[in-house]
């Protein structure tokens, strides 16, 4: 732990979680280079960086300012929007695998997104339903297991079974479109990034604009504290039952506003969080390096999906979901070997 | 025949019924003849319930004379799914019995633990990239799911020392998993996300009479082997050192359950897609009758649990006139709640 004093001003940091921090920004920076400089009209990345910087010949700025650019912000921003509200979600339920996934806000937020697709409807439409599910969703959650005082396991598994009961529904809903409809509807609950462009980006900037200075800088150091147990963080000045409702509503806004531009790309909220703490060899929530690393995940499962099946262009959540699945079943082996699950 | 040791025992993992309700044999056999009874009946108003509403005077008709205007409808349609709904209700009701006594673990259940949607994706697999497309054919595959997930789901969820709660997450992490990985394989194929998309949900819709006969031996022979084990796992409910001592052998039971609940799990599975919550909700409520000794409690699951299913799917073709609502749909919206309550309001779990 590394501490900068300037006069009555004191920063505490830990030096490995701000370089790792800084690592997946610049590999997520780096990949996104990557990434808008290939497909029909490959660019080297000097031209990309060129065209950025505003010196690109009028078909590049076109290529990369209103087709490749969006939908890389877009990427970039769903994964750490995602492992932001993962974090926040496994500090919270205090289990390695209390994530959105595992509980069923996302689901909830392709029942509101189904429901739209069912029913006929534009962008926007479903993009506000999904977020109105997830809410819902998380809301139920809390009105089932949490208000009554369920923490932990119980928590989790009151989750599982909304999860459960989603999928069914979700299901259903599934049949009772057309073909064509049922086609986009199953894209959008994989999680894909075709297609998507500003009109996504800029909500879910604007999200992240006004919820991550909250969740990092105004309850991260408390949620720190509230790791010591609730009483003893309470003891020490925490206002836990405050800090959880909006540190909850927070993190379910960021995952439902994030399902919304890209459908709930599986496993991002569950597996950043780890890798993070894997990485940094820090204790706690570790959120500001979770998110560089969900936006740098995101962009490189999108880069294989694109790339890697010459001939095919699969949907980034296929993506994400094989390598995270495998991840999750490994973690789920080695953490109980340790005996923290 | 006095209750014995092992089931007074395993009433530790269960809140215990009181024990004017543990009854004598007579009154459970009694118990069994009603819920006989109750499962005959709901037959026939599975058979006469529908988009054409039957009188059970003009079902029974269909039944049985070929010249009824009534025997069309009868035979080639809801006799299998009424015997469809039969065999996978009474698969997923002991395989979730067996399952909650081998993990002494009351929130088990087939579809929780992901094990159904092992075989879906096997199914997903042999339809999406297989060309496979018959009951027949699927059955396999998804018996091949089925037992790996079952593998692993014990090996991850952590075999003897599982918890409910590490048992319900490894179970949740490979549904996560693998419904992600059944996505992917209908979005490659627009023909196969047209049938698997109504197959997911769980139906017994699509039943034919070569449905029922293909899916038929499996379930024999796992209702056979689970019956079997009733008494050893009787004994495994002391535990391990104890029910040794009493001659059973534990790991020679575990692996029969876990052959048996492949059996179960993937032939209802490859017939009616995933079903949820079945499995789950019938031991529950039937334990609270019977008590927890497995050899009344498998036998009244077998009975019990068909009901259940017979009575969803009844009730999701009168809720979804002039369609239906598929029984999947049903035993979510009915088994979720019981599971949140079971979760939240007792000390089945202890957290």
């Not at chain 2, 004379?65 to 006799?79: N, T």
Request: aromatic share 4%; net charge positive; proline share 5%.
């Amino acid at each position: 732990m590394t501490v900068v004093r300037v006069r009555h001003m004191s920063v505490r940091f830990r030096a490995r979680a701000l370089l790792v921090g800084l690592g997946c920004a610049l590999a997520a920076l780096a990949l996104g280079v990557l990434s808008i400089g290939g497909g029909d009209y490959p660019m080297s990345p000097a031209d990309v960086l060129r065209t950025l910087a505003g010196n690109g010949t009028t078909a590049e700025n076109f290529i990369i300012g209103e087709l490749r650019l969006p939908r890389l912000v877009t990427a970039m921003l769903v994964g750490a929007a995602l492992a932001l509200g993962g974090a926040v979600f496994q500090a919270l339920v205090r289990n390695p695998l209390g994530s959105p996934d595992i509980l069923g806000v996302t689901q909830g937020a392709a029942t509101g997104a189904l429901v739209v697709v069912v029913a006929g409807g534009g962008t926007l439409a479903l993009a506000g339903a999904s977020v109105v599910g997830g809410l819902a969703t998380g809301l139920l959650l809390w009105a089932v297991a949490w208000a009554r005082g369920a923490h932990g396991h119980r928590l989790i598994l009151a989750g599982i079974g909304i999860a459960a009961i989603l999928t069914g529904v979700n299901g259903w809903l599934l049949t009772r479109a057309q073909l064509m409809d049922a086609a986009r509807a199953v894209l959008w609950l994989t999680g894909s990034l075709d297609g998507r462009g500003w009109a996504q980006a800029v909500p879910l900037a604007v999200t992240l604009a006004v919820l991550a200075p909250v969740v990092l800088f105004a309850c991260g150091p408390a949620l720190r504290m509230t790791e010591l147990g609730d009483d003893t963080a309470a003891a020490l000045g925490v206002p836990v039952r405050r800090l959880r409702t909006v540190l909850l509503i927070a993190a379910v806004l960021l995952v439902s506003v994030a399902a919304s531009a890209a459908g709930p790309v599986n496993f991002v909220a569950l597996t950043a969080p780890h890798l993070t703490r894997r990485l940094t060899r820090a204790p706690g929530p570790n959120l500001a390096a979770a998110t560089a690393l969900g936006a740098a995940m995101l962009v490189a499962a999108d880069l294989v999906a694109q790339r890697g099946f010459p001939g095919h262009q699969l949907p980034v959540g296929v993506v994400t979901g094989a390598i995270g699945g495998g991840y999750l079943i490994w973690l789920l082996a080695t953490e109980r070997r340790a005996g923290r699950l | 025949m006095i209750e014995s040791s092992p089931s007074a025992k395993a009433a530790a993992a269960t809140p215990p019924a009181p024990p004017a309700r543990r009854g004598r044999p007579a009154a459970r056999l009694a118990g069994l003849l009603v819920a006989a009874l109750l499962l005959v009946t709901v037959c026939a108003v599975s058979l006469a319930v529908g988009a054409k509403q039957l009188t059970l005077a003009e079902a029974w008709g269909g039944l049985v004379d070929p010249d009824s205007p009534a025997h069309a409808v009868v035979r080639e349609m809801r006799l299998p799914r009424t015997l469809l709904g039969l065999l996978a209700g009474a698969a997923l009701g002991v395989a979730g019995a067996i399952m909650q006594a081998v993990t002494r673990n009351p929130l088990a259940d087939p579809g929780l633990l992901g094990i159904n949607a092992g075989a879906s994706a096997a199914v997903a697999t042999a339809s999406a990239f297989l060309g496979v497309t018959t009951v027949g054919g699927y059955v396999w595959f998804a018996l091949a799911g089925a037992a790996a997930v079952t593998a692993c789901v014990y090996a991850v969820g952590g075999g003897r020392a599982a918890t409910p709660a590490r048992l319900a997450l490894a179970g949740a992490a490979l549904n996560a998993a693998l419904y992600s990985y059944v996505s992917a394989a209908m979005l490659l194929d627009a023909a196969s996300l047209e049938r698997m998309r109504f197959w997911t949900v769980g139906s017994l819709a699509a039943a034919e009479p070569g449905t029922v006969v293909r899916v038929l031996p499996f379930v024999a022979v796992g209702l056979v082997i689970a019956l079997a084990v009733a008494r050893p796992l009787n004994a495994l409910a002391l535990g391990d050192d104890q029910a040794r001592a009493l001659g059973a052998r534990p790991a020679a039971t575990r692996a029969t359950v876990i052959v048996a609940v492949t059996l179960l799990c993937g032939a209802a599975t490859a017939a009616c897609g995933p079903l949820v919550f079945v499995g789950l909700l019938v031991p529950h409520l039937v334990r609270a009758v019977t008590g927890p000794d497995m050899r009344w409690l498998l036998p009244a699951c077998a009975l019990l649990s068909p009901v259940l299913l017979l009575a969803a799917d009844v009730a999701g073709r009168v809720l979804g006139r002039p369609g239906e609502l598929q029984v999947g749909i049903m035993t979510a919206v009915l088994g979720g709640p019981l599971f949140l309550h079971l979760v939240t309001r007792t000390r089945a779990v202890r957290s």
